[in-house]
């Protein structure tokens, strides 16, 4: 079954870029039935949706956050990348990649999610 | 945007008694809700999709219902792989939001 992976750096520091990428196993992320998208979670705190991506390179973005995202896709790597400028320490989180599906035929939610990347900006 | 509001913040059980968890939205957000469990060290997974629906490979003692803005999660006789955080999330308006999650522990 589908497996997504996210990696890049634990540590951020402030005003700088926060870059991560989500790699795609066992699906091919230009599946003309799926978005791809970035969730968060704060310590403590509730999930956020950041933004999703097709494989076109269609993108929408939360409106809290669409200033500072950018969110691009790489179908020769079967990977989707997450970058976020500006950081402070409230954008420390655990950052999670999921796949979206947008067929009728299976459910048009966060299914499977990557297990997360613990992202701290911290000088 | 939607805000999403779970209730209890923390429910405590012993295995083989029966969950209700509940989620409610600021608006309606009509059959366009969903669950996630989540255990510690894991990423969240899809539990029950458009209010009633229950994922692939999800045990029947899960189960969801209501509509607009009031919705319910029952866990009909808990086991013990099922104490974990549960989160509901709408994506009938964007940005899609999620509340703020119900932790499901043993009494």
């Known amino acids: 079954q589908v497996q997504l992976q996210e990696s890049g750096p634990g540590l951020v520091r402030p005003s700088e870029t926060l870059s991560l990428t989500c790699s795609v196993s066992?699906?091919?992320?230009?599946?003309?039935?799926?978005?791809w998208g970035w969730i968060r979670q704060p310590p403590g705190k509730r999930l956020e949706w950041i933004g999703s991506?097709?494989?076109?390179?269609?993108?929408y973005y939360n409106p809290s956050l669409k200033s500072r995202v950018t969110i691009s896709v790489d179908t020769s790597k079967n990977q989707f990348s997450l970058s976020l400028k500006s950081v402070t320490a409230a954008d420390t989180a655990f950052y999670y990649c999921a796949r979206r599906a947008i067929t009728r035929t299976k459910p048009n939610w966060f299914d499977p999610w990557g297990q997360g990347i613990l992202v701290t900006v911290s000088s | 945007e939607i805000v999403l509001t779970q209730s209890p913040a923390t429910l405590s059980l012993s295995p083989g008694e029966r969950a209700t968890l509940f989620c409610r939205a600021s608006e309606t957000v009509n059959s366009f809700l969903g669950w996630y469990q989540q255990k510690p060290g894991q990423a969240p997974r899809l539990l029950i999709f458009d209010t009633s629906h229950r994922a692939t490979g999800i045990p029947a003692r899960f189960s969801g219902s209501g509509s607009g803005t009031d919705f319910t999660l029952t866990i009909s006789s808990l086991e013990p792989e099922d104490f974990a955080v549960y989160y509901c999330q709408q994506r009938n308006n964007w940005p899609w939001t999620f509340g703020q999650g119900t932790k499901v522990e043993i009494k």
């Open positions: 066992n699906d091919s992320i230009s599946d003309t039935g799926y978005y």
């Open positions: 991506i097709y494989y076109s390179g269609s993108t």
